[in-house]
């Protein structure tokens, strides 16, 4: 299967610690999305990449959050000292990036649970 | 930034029915996309479609740019087709912005 996966798909942490999630994109697709859902709601941007330049991030994206793609690949996104506001879906997604032809392929989410 | 209105914001249906679900922008777009999400969080994707109208089996979807706004056409509904319903925008080689969705519910 060529589609976006992300792991793990579902983490339950308690207040304070750390968590790291990872993104596959599709192979090929030169940009990787980060969105945030919560209940209820549409997916927020996070945080984008073409190829490892991390291009834009959202005023969501508070200190305790960070991402990387160090080799234009998979990227992971770490969310430090987590706080009950973070339990969301992380959502990832990825396009090829190319002129105006931009769709965005999505994973099946990381589901967060902080307790 | 862009604001994506969807509506109506919940939808319950009988099996066999058709629907309309509605999506207005406030700004031009270069990109628009249609997503079912189901049950378990995946958003599967139902049309790229930043100008006219497309067809894929019992769903099609019709844009109109120069007026914003973009309609997506459940035909037939069955209870598969039960879940929310995003349509989300660029407005040129931008992160997605979406809407509130439409919670679609489909009875036997």
């Known amino acids: 299967d060529t589609g976006v996966s992300q792991n793990p798909r579902h983490k339950i942490t308690k207040r304070g610690q750390n968590v790291t999630f990872r993104c596959d994109p599709i192979?090929?697709?030169?940009?990787l999305y980060w969105y945030r859902q919560t209940l209820g709601q549409g997916p927020e941007f996070l945080t984008y990449?073409?190829?490892?330049?991390?291009?834009?991030k959202s005023r969501l994206l508070s200190d305790r959050f960070s991402a990387e793609r160090p080799k234009g690949s998979f990227s992971t996104l770490e969310i430090q000292r987590t706080e009950q506001g973070d339990s969301a879906m992380y959502l990832c997604?990825?396009?090829?990036?190319?002129?105006?032809?931009?769709?965005?392929?999505f994973g099946p989410g990381t589901r967060l649970t902080v307790l | 930034g862009i604001q994506v209105e969807q509506s109506p914001p919940d939808l319950i249906l009988q099996e066999g029915a058709n629907s309309t679900l509605r999506c207005n922008f406030s700004?031009?777009?270069?990109?628009l996309q249609w997503f079912h999400q189901n049950p378990w969080g995946q958003l599967i994707n139902l049309f790229y479609?930043?100008?006219g109208t497309k067809q894929n089996g019992r769903l099609s979807a019709t844009t109109v740019a120069t007026e914003r706004y973009s309609l997506l056409y459940i035909s037939s509904s069955q209870t598969t087709d039960s879940g929310v319903y995003f349509c989300?925008?660029?407005?040129?080689?931008?992160?997605?912005?979406f809407g509130k969705g439409t919670r679609l519910s489909v009875i036997a």
């Open positions: 990449f073409q190829n490892e330049a991390q291009l834009e």
């Open positions: 192979s090929e697709h030169n940009r």
């Open positions: 997604a990825s396009s090829r990036g190319r002129n105006r032809y931009n769709e965005q392929f």
């Open positions: 700004d031009s777009v270069n990109n």
């Open positions: 989300a925008v660029d407005t040129g080689n931008t992160p997605l912005v």
């Open positions: 479609i930043p100008s």
